[in-house]
């Protein structure tokens, strides 16, 4: 951003960000978690029921598949780890921590976005009914691409 010289500077900066939304999600081969908003902070106990909330339908489902997670501070806790011990969830805990292109979220969540873009939010609960219409209207197919395409950028 630039300023000419005869331009007073800003004293502060104004964000032009009037909605905002935080979703706990997860992605695999054949399927997808329940979306769950996150409201308030996080914490250990309330990640450990974002994890129930989004899994629980999937459980019998996800004991074929390793969970890959950006691993928060929150989520490497004896709690967060007994859960996921408790209902077969294995882990990848050695997957490289801030890789967007080995993480396939990051291309869901950027596809979400172009969908949730492409409509006017003008509420906070219209921006919600948006992402959880992105998340419903996301492809499958589009979801395996991006699986598919991990193994290409490892190479």
Known sequence: YWLLHVRPQPTHFQS?????VAA??????NGRSN?????????TTT?????????????????????????PTRAHTALADDWLLSN???????YPAVSPDLNVVE???SWMN???????????????????????ALPQAVIR???NHVPNICN
Do not use: K, M, P
């Open 16 to 20: 032009q960000v009037q909605f905002r």
């Open 24 to 29: 706990f999600g997860a992605v695999w081969y």
């Open 35 to 43: 979306l769950v908003f996150i409201r308030g902070r996080t914490n």
């Open 47 to 71: 990640y450990v029921r974002h994890l129930q909330a989004a899994l629980n339908t999937h459980l019998r489902l996800l004991r074929e598949y390793y969970l890959i997670h950006d691993r």
């Open 88 to 94: 077969a969830i294995r882990c990848v805990d050695n």
């Open 107 to 109: 291309s869901v969540l």
């Open 114 to 136: 172009r969908y949730v873009q492409r409509n006017h939010r003008n509420s906070q609960q219209r921006l919600e009914r948006l992402v959880q219409q992105a998340w419903n």
């Open 145 to 147: 691409g991006y699986i």
